[in-house]
């Protein structure tokens, strides 16, 4: 026998069930008069610095589904590549109940060094049995660079981290948790 | 923040096929495996200002009537791998009322809302990472999954620590409840050890006398790797 390490085990994941956002967005679930509004609600105040853009995406499921009960979950520097302060990049995306899509009101963040601007997903739902982490990266950017993205082995898998313009400051982002698109995720 | 790893071990697979919508919800591919960046290891920062005086009394929170059901304190705290405790950590909870029922428009089981129970509660935890809540032990409700599937008594719970890269939900259980060791949720974990760090135990002497029982439950964050070397304080 040994002696025992003093470090602690990470307490272990569970799904978030279908009920998530009575606990995160009690307000968007039809639950009101006990939190003033829900947390999350926009990553920047109106007044921050930056080209305002607008991310949509719907997560699918193996067959295909989208999934209508995913609360995403984003954090992301600001213009120039800078973390929070308070609560500054990060939001909360609630699925729509009727179609699964989400939004993302945001500003295009900065590089962060040698990464290239992206923005960090953590998606929670029923079924799924610890968060998944991911990221979008915008087509257009120089992403040669990326020490993240360089690690990525097979390079026919990168378009599934990178948004597609589909208008002028509007992109698209959608994530396949399975099938020939299966979306990269992330042990960081 | 310093991000240790995470022992996938310790934590339920992926794919389940116990747990039926787990087969179309896991990743089929392999994670890619690198260390925390800049973004993983910082994240947003709560403070106690958010908070309203009834965000962790559930048994309160909805109308400011009494909820009906078992009175419980559950407390605990947020500490890191180091065992240091994690002030300013964001804890949510989610909960189904006494008889099992949740306050969602997709939740149809026969037991009642109780019309003073939302079932949702958060705080902000103090300098050694403690928190509480009062609420009502939520009931075990019947799932759709296999023909006689039964969640035990749970409550919900989303932890904020301080880097992005620590976030996690979880699901607190209650000693002694036989439901435990048939459920597929709970039994997504391989780990039966991890599984028992899951229970919270009953802690009479947190309890109040002729007011409520206390239940103890202390979560782990990912971080903070201790160095020898490092004379200066975390944060500094
Ligand atoms: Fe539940």
């Keep these: ?188 | 923040m310093t991000l240790i790893p995470r022992a996938r071990a310790q934590h339920p697979l992926a794919y389940a096929p116990g747990y039926k919508t787990s087969v179309p919800r896991s990743p089929k591919l392999a994670l890619i495996s690198m260390p925390a960046t800049p973004t993983e290891d910082t994240g947003p920062v709560f403070g106690q200002s958010m908070l309203g005086e009834l965000d962790n009394n559930l048994v309160l929170n909805l109308t400011g009537d009494p909820a009906i059901g078992e009175r419980v304190l559950v407390h605990g705290r947020v500490l890191d791998q180091s065992g240091r405790g994690v002030p300013g950590a964001l804890v949510e909870v989610w909960q189904a009322n006494a008889g099992g029922r949740y306050r969602h428009k997709k939740d149809g089981y026969l037991a009642p809302l109780d019309p003073n129970f939302g079932g949702c509660g958060r705080a902000i935890t103090g300098e050694a990472g403690t928190y509480q809540f009062l609420t009502i032990k939520p009931g075990a409700y019947p799932w759709p999954n296999g023909p006689n599937d039964w969640r035990p008594a749970h409550i919900h719970f989303s932890v904020f620590g301080h880097a992005f890269g620590q976030r996690l939900i979880t699901q607190m259980y209650f000693e002694g409840d036989p439901l435990i060791p048939r459920c597929p949720i709970v039994n997504t974990i391989p780990d039966q050890s991890a599984i028992d760090r899951l229970v919270a135990p009953l802690d009479m002497n947190g309890s109040k006398p002729h007011d409520f029982l206390a239940y103890k439950f202390d979560i782990v964050l990912r971080g903070t790797r201790q160095t020898l070397f490092e004379n200066k304080k975390e944060g500094m």
């Design chain 1, 1 to 188: 026998m040994v002696q025992k390490l003093d470090t602690l085990e990470e307490t272990p994941s569970q799904t978030a069930g279908p009920y998530v956002h009575i606990g995160a967005t009690p307000n968007f679930a039809g639950i009101g008069g006990i939190y003033p509004e829900d947390l999350g609600l926009k990553p920047f105040p109106d007044d921050a610095e930056g080209e305002r853009i607008t991310i949509r995406g719907i997560v699918h499921d193996g067959t295909g589904t989208p999934m209508r009960d995913v609360l995403v979950e984003s954090w992301q520097a600001n213009a120039d590549g800078q973390y929070g302060p308070g609560t500054q990049g990060w939001a909360r995306l609630p699925a729509d109940q009727e179609n699964g899509i989400w939004t993302l009101e945001t500003i295009k963040p900065g590089a962060v060094g040698a990464m290239a601007p992206h923005i960090a997903l953590w998606i929670v739902s029923r079924g799924i049995n610890i968060g998944l982490q991911t990221r979008i990266y915008f087509d257009g950017d120089d992403l040669s660079a990326d020490p993240v993205l360089a690690r990525v082995e097979h390079r026919n898998r990168l378009p599934t981290l990178i948004a597609k313009s589909d208008g002028p400051g509007s992109w698209r982002f959608d994530i396949h948790l399975q099938g020939d698109a299966e979306t990269i995720f992330f042990d960081m």
